[in-house]
């Protein structure tokens, strides 16, 4: 089964950047989506990036839509979440998560999750 392990989180100032990997440890050939999630303390977790095999057009939640960059590099089975233009509200633990085969979501949530990485943005 796929294992997946995300790095790079950290802390920052407000206006910064950051970019997260999330390392695929193993591949499979039936993979219908990978989505990046993010979630603070005591709050529901909020869909941030997604890309489906349907669309190869990576989509975005419109609170990070032209600060965020996602991408994919299958030869490295690694998926990225480029961040600029950081603010204090994207402070939180970020996931990656992927489905494999017959799709289970809408936002690729019912599949493989993360551990999380954390990022903080201070102002």
Do not use: H
Request: charge should be negative.
């Amino acid at each position: 089964q796929v294992q997946l392990m995300e790095t790079g989180g950290g802390s920052v100032q407000a206006g910064g950047s950051l970019r997260l990997s999330c390392a695929a440890s193993g591949y499979s050939p039936d993979r219908n989506c990978m989505a990046w999630f993010r979630q603070v303390p005591g709050a529901k977790r909020e869909w941030v990036a997604g890309i489906f095999t349907s669309n190869p057009t990576a989509l975005y939640n419109a609170a990070v839509n032209g600060r965020f960059a996602l991408s994919l590099d299958d030869a490295e089975n690694t998926m990225y979440l480029q961040m600029n233009e950081l603010k204090p509200e994207d402070t939180a633990m970020y996931y990656c998560a992927a489905e494999y085969g017959p799709p289970r979501s809408v936002d690729c949530s019912g599949g493989t999750w993360g551990q999380g990485t954390q990022v903080t943005v201070s102002s």
